[in-house]
């Protein structure tokens, strides 16, 4: 069976800067991969071009049967992307945020059902009707998690989505990763906290400067252990 997501010596850089040096990845349906390391390992720019927002310098890259660098907007229609900053309209509420993708996406009736459920899981129901402007940064990222994981996508890509969130919204993170898995999706999430990655996810990935330093099943970064070797990858 073909993989959902498969990234083949992706290069990606920034005028003198090369933020991705070769990366290679395999991500078939119903399985969770984490991308590990520091900041500025490349996890995000990576992320970034997986979603269908940044051309990739060289290499291939074929989301849900899709060539990003042919056909970025049929990538992006493909995928449910949360990015590591932005990505909220300030003067937009929750409820227009879901009504605008439900619109773009052409999702069928019904789908007000399944954003209430969303809202609800991940405590933003409460606050459905005000706008993003005054939201702290935790629950801009619990509404952009909602937001792509919304339309039930091929391909989730959630690019830090623990950072600043509480308890809760951790476990409705987790939940929202073990349903799209159970549906057939792969899911890639991007973090520097290992604890979390490694519980989300089945397959971990480390970077380093923009290459891939290591691959392994998430059970071999757990535990003490685990985290010695992963301050080893990345030091």
Known sequence: MEPVLKVQGLVVDFGEVRAVDGF???????TSVALVGRNGAGKSTTMRV???VLPPSSGSVVVAGVDAARDPARVRAAVGYCPDVGGLIPRATPWEHLQLAARLREMADGWEERARDLLDRFELAGVADRITAGFSHGMGRRLSVVLAAFHEPRVL??????????????DATMEVVRQARATGAAVLVSTH??????????EAVVLKAGRVVAAAPASELVGEDGRERYRTLIS
């Open 157 to 170: 890509l959630l690019d830090e989505p623990f950072d600043g969130v509480d308890p809760l919204g951790v």
């Open 193 to 202: 906290l290992l604890h979390l990655a490694v519980e989300a996810c089945n």
């Open 24 to 30: 290679d990845l395999s991500v078939g349906a119903g």
């Open 50 to 52: 997986l979603g269908g």
